[in-house]
């Protein structure tokens, strides 16, 4: 069965670095989002995107925040300077159809990023 | 906006009895309702959704779920847990025209023998 992927499952940093988080989605898939879930709280979502640009992002996702689709395959989330409190378990997903027809998300394992 | 509570961060129960996830919602449009679990170190996996029609909902492993629209809520059952349900559970909403799944918190379920 077809499954997201993300890479790495575990990612260690320093406060102020760059990290990018990477996602393979469901390959004929055409919908694609970021959540994030900080310990011991809800799973929030980021962002999500189609046909090349964001459709929909939240209040968390600033402009330290981007997402990228460097080829056909690959999703990446791009966090520029890191701060402590953006440790997190992050999880991609995608989609075939539209979320707003009530389609399902496939959901990859996470990346579980520690900022120190 | 929607919100989505889920009353109880954990819930013990015995092997083959009965169990009850509560989520209610609250949204000022229609929803869609999710269940949503996550098995140790694994991602999100849909156990079942709501879209429309039939209020009583059944999905994977034995799961079913009542949606009840007068009290807002949309609760998880199974007459006979395994262990291997042990997980956490999430509800999850959306609505027509957009693209973001609101989750609850999550509710831990522990099945001992």
């Known amino acids: 069965e077809p499954e997201v992927t993300q890479t790495p499952s575990h990612q260690v940093t320093q406060m102020g670095q760059e990290v990018i988080l990477r996602c393979v989605p469901i390959?004929?898939?055409?919908?694609f989002y970021w959540y994030r879930q900080i310990l011991g709280q809800k799973v929030e979502f980021l962002v999500s995107f189609y046909n090349n640009e964001i459709s929909e992002k939240s209040e968390i996702f600033d402009d330290q925040f981007s997402v990228e689709r460097p080829d056909g395959s690959n999703f990446t989330l791009k966090i520029r300077s890191t701060k402590l409190e953006d440790s997190a378990m992050y999880f991609c997903a995608s989609s075939d159809l539209f979320a707003g027809t009530g389609d399902e998300q496939y959901f990859g394992p996470g990346t579980r990023l520690t900022v120190t | 906006a929607q919100s989505v509570t889920q009353l109880d961060s954990q819930v013990p129960v015995f092997e083959e009895a009965p169990v009850e996830l509560r989520c209610n919602y609250s949204s000022s449009v229609s929803v869609y309702l999710f269940w949503y679990v996550q098995y140790p170190n694994q991602g999100l996996q849909l156990l079942l959704k709501?879209?429309?029609?039939?209020?009583l909902v059944k999905g994977i492993n034995g799961f079913e779920a009542e949606f009840n629209k007068s009290q807002t809520s949309f609760h998880l059952r199974k007459p006979s847990v395994h262990i291997s349900d042990t997980a956490e559970y999430f509800c999850?909403?959306?609505?027509?025209?957009?693209?973001?799944?609101?989750f609850g918190k999550g509710t831990m379920l522990l099945v001992s023998p």
């Open positions: 390959s004929n898939h055409l919908y």
């Open positions: 709501y879209l429309s029609g039939s209020t």
């Open positions: 999850a909403v959306s609505h027509s025209g957009y693209s973001t799944l609101t």
